[in-house]
């Protein structure tokens, strides 16, 4: 049973670039969401997906985006690069049921020079 | 605004010793407060959680307290050996009838086990 997968492990962009980071859920579920984490801090709650709807967002800009699809998977998107968006992002999946625990993935780490 | 703080930043034992990590979070309404543990290059890893209406939940040799009033809650890690060295984060959400709640992470407490 595979857990959740993010895509890709690494990323260098520049400022100003664009990223589109992947996720896969847990099988079995239909709930995705986002997290930031920088080095040495707790991940920070950036939005969450279900039934391809955006259902909460944390206090990030516009420039940060995301989708879901039909399959359940997800993308995160930041557009305008900042030298401050630095981090690991971790993509976490659960069920819209009762009692669900949150799994997440290995995250992707990007560097923006 | 929502918030959760955690203490110690850093904890060093002997092995087959305990370890207690303390947060304490601000939001009232929260119900739900898990534990992650984080290794090097990995994502956080789920290994016990708690909800508003129970005190106190044990698996083997993890357990965690919750004091509603106080706003309180604890991770205890007993006969801690070398492989529970990583960093370990609290967290507390508000959840509904179903699963929508965000997370509120604290800052996170790097325990170290010495051999």
């Known amino acids: 049973d595979a857990g959740v997968t993010q895509s890709p492990t690494h990323l260098i962009k520049t400022r100003g670039q664009q990223v589109t980071l992947r996720c896969s859920p847990k099988?079995?579920?239909?709930?995705v969401s986002w997290y930031q984490q920088a080095l040495g801090q707790g991940p920070q709650f950036i939005f969450q997906?279900?039934?391809?709807?955006?259902?909460q967002r944390g206090n990030f800009p516009d420039r940060f985006s995301g989708h879901q699809f039909p399959n359940y998977s997800s993308e995160l998107n930041v557009n305008a690069l900042l030298l401050g968006d630095s981090a690991l992002y971790l993509c976490?999946?659960?069920?819209?049921?009762?009692?669900?625990?949150?799994?997440f993935g290995n995250g992707t780490r990007l560097t923006v020079t | 605004g929502e918030n959760v703080e955690q203490h110690p930043s850093t904890l060093s034992v002997q092995e087959g010793d305990s370890a207690v990590i303390k947060c304490t979070y601000s939001?009232?309404?929260?119900?739900?407060f898990p534990w992650y543990k984080q290794e090097l290059g990995k994502g956080p890893q789920l290994i016990i959680d708690i909800r508003s209406n129970v005190g106190e939940k044990k698996d083997q040799r993890i357990a965690v307290t919750l004091n509603k009033t106080a706003k309180h809650f604890s991770l205890h890690i007993t006969e801690t050996q070398p492989e529970d060295s990583a960093v370990y984060f609290c967290a507390a959400s508000r959840r509904g009838s179903s699963n929508t709640g965000k997370l509120i992470f604290g800052q996170g407490t790097t325990l170290q086990v010495k051999p």
């Open positions: 976490a999946s659960s069920a819209q049921i009762i009692n669900s625990p949150l799994h």
């Open positions: 997906y279900y039934e391809e709807e955006e259902r």
């Open positions: 939001d009232s309404a929260s119900n739900y």
């Open positions: 099988s079995g579920h239909d709930t």
